[in-house]
């Protein structure tokens, strides 16, 4: 019993790192069309300038990990709006130049990480409450799995809360629907779409910090391995559905954990073969509109 609540518990905080790097990846593709191969790279850019922060304060305190949280959020969403406003603003509706162009940015900039950070792997220590656990009906949880799954709820019900009750998410939604309407009006729906885009970005900078402390690195090729998974959640989940992404989330991450136990270590096999599954049983996701 006490195993299998610590598989439920790790994959929901497992789940919670997912839903952090999808929700960019689901918001931006439904509110925009937009498919971001680069998102990744904000991920990494976060985490690595959470980094550079805690290590200059400390580094084991709750305020530097505060702080590391704040820029690496600050930072995800700043590299993602100067990707937005120098090269996607240009490519709406040309989604085979938009994929070409992501990718290539993703490309470079881990070249770049490579270049300023070095090719290994930088371990990351946090507050002492981290390398503690919490018992549960047996189960010895690590701590960080709480501040994972905490945040995420936060950052949901935040991006919910925006775009259903704020005038600018309003906006949003309405240039989604009719694009020309809204600019007829006076709305610059441009200067919304870049909001769209810094709020992904956000997000993933928010959890490349939080996915340093989870596996205890940072390195250039953590924002890659995470999108993989990110992709496959939203698809899953129903590509522009933040719920779908949020429910997608947590299946997977729990079946990777239950597999890698029982089934040894063939977490991602089952992982690709739920979302083959899904893609032939239902192609739009489990929350996405039926086309």
Do not use: C, K
């Not at 997912?18 to 998102?39: K, R």
């Not at 995800?76 to 090269?87: D, I, K, N, Q, R």
């Not at 981290?130 to 799995?145: K, M, Q, Y």
């Amino acid at each position: 019993m006490s195993t299998v609540v610590l598989l439920l518990a790790t994959g929901l905080g497992l789940g919670a790192l997912y839903f952090l790097v999808a929700s960019g990846l689901s918001l931006i593709y439904g509110l925009m069309g937009v498919l971001n191969f680069a998102h990744g790279s904000f991920l990494t850019l976060g985490a690595f300038a959470g980094w550079e922060t805690a290590r200059r304060l400390g580094g084991d305190s709750w305020g530097s990990l505060l702080l590391s949280l704040l820029v690496g959020a600050g930072v995800g969403a700043l590299a993602a709006v100067l990707t937005e406003l120098l090269l996607i603003r240009r490519l709406y509706e040309r989604h085979i130049e938009q994929v070409l162009v992501t990718v290539g940015l993703a490309l470079a900039t881990v070249a770049l990480f490579d270049g300023i950070w070095g090719t290994d792997a930088i371990f990351v220590t946090g507050p002492g409450w981290f390398d503690e656990t919490t018992t549960i009906l047996g189960a010895r949880v690590p701590n960080d799995r709480f501040l994972l799954i905490g945040v995420a709820a936060l950052v949901l019900g935040g991006i919910v809360a925006f775009l259903r009750f704020t005038r600018f998410g309003l906006v949003i939604r309405a240039g989604v629907e009719n694009r020309s309407m809204v600019t007829a009006l006076g709305i610059d729906v441009r200067r919304a779409f870049t909001v769209v885009f810094a709020i992904g970005g956000a997000a993933a900078g928010l959890g490349g910090v939080l996915a340093s402390h989870y596996f205890g690195y940072v390195s250039p090729q953590l924002g890659g391995s995470l999108l993989i998974f990110a992709f496959i959640v939203t698809v899953i989940g129903g590509l522009g559905s933040l719920l779908g992404a949020a429910i997608a989330s947590v299946v997977v991450a729990v079946l990777q954990q239950m597999a890698n136990f029982y089934l040894s270590g063939t977490g991602d096999l089952v992982v690709v073969l739920l979302l083959a599954t899904v893609l032939l049983v239902r192609p739009s996701g489990l929350m996405g509109a039926r086309a």
